[in-house]
């Protein structure tokens, strides 16, 4: 039961990524910092003061341009192989304690599939917003999710099954809405 809630925060934390990139990894890495959490082996570097520092300079700066519109709808795309990379590695960092191929294969498949997934569908409702100048109102949420979410599961594992499950129905009532056919008459 342990090693299934580790691989479902690993997963959630994951799909945190598709919303900012960079601040799950920042918090993530100060909770290994206070002692609050501990990583699978070969992982603590992510509570390291420069992988902090890199993580802080690329969080200020990821959410400073989200805030300008065609700029962030234009970064959203330039960040879809970092979110997968970032989901890749959360995944990994929490699930130690298995074969080297099941691991990587989790984290490869799953976390990199499902920070993919969510950063796309962050990057549609984006460009999206801008075209009706909600583009502030959206990062505001993005900004939101991808903090509270991150520190409500390190507090309350838990969650991380939750939030799985609300993205898992949010994500296929999108698919249906947009990818099913029409019934015929």
């Known amino acids: 039961m342990e090693m299934i809630l580790a691989i479902c925060i690993g997963l959630a934390l ?27 082996e070969g992982f603590s ?10 993580f802080g300079v690329a969080t200020v700066l990821e959410i400073t341009v989200n805030y300008i519109p065609a700029v962030g709808s234009f970064m959203k795309v330039l960040e879809t ?38 950063h796309a569908a962050v990057a549609s409702v984006k ?7 909600m583009s502030p109102a959206v990062a505001g949420i993005e900004d939101a999710t991808a903090t509270a979410v991150p520190i ?10 939750v939030f799985l499950i609300v993205l898992a129905i949010i994500f296929l009532k999108i698919y249906r809405r947009f990818f099913s056919k029409p019934k015929a008459v």
């Open 14 to 40: 994951s799909a945190t990524t598709g919303f900012r990139v960079f601040t799950p990894l920042l918090i993530t890495g100060l909770f290994v910092r206070a002692d609050w959490l501990s990583l699978a």
């Open 45 to 54: 570097w992510v509570g390291s003061t420069p992988a902090l520092i890199a």
């Open 81 to 118: 192989p970092l979110a997968a990379l970032a989901g890749i590695l959360l995944t990994a960092s929490f699930i130690g304690d298995m074969s080297p191929f099941l691991e990587w294969s989790i984290a490869i498949i799953g976390g990199g599939g499902i920070a993919t997934t969510s």
């Open 127 to 133: 460009g999206a917003s801008e075209t009706v100048l």
């Open 152 to 161: 409500l599961i390190f507090i309350i594992p838990i969650l991380a099954i």
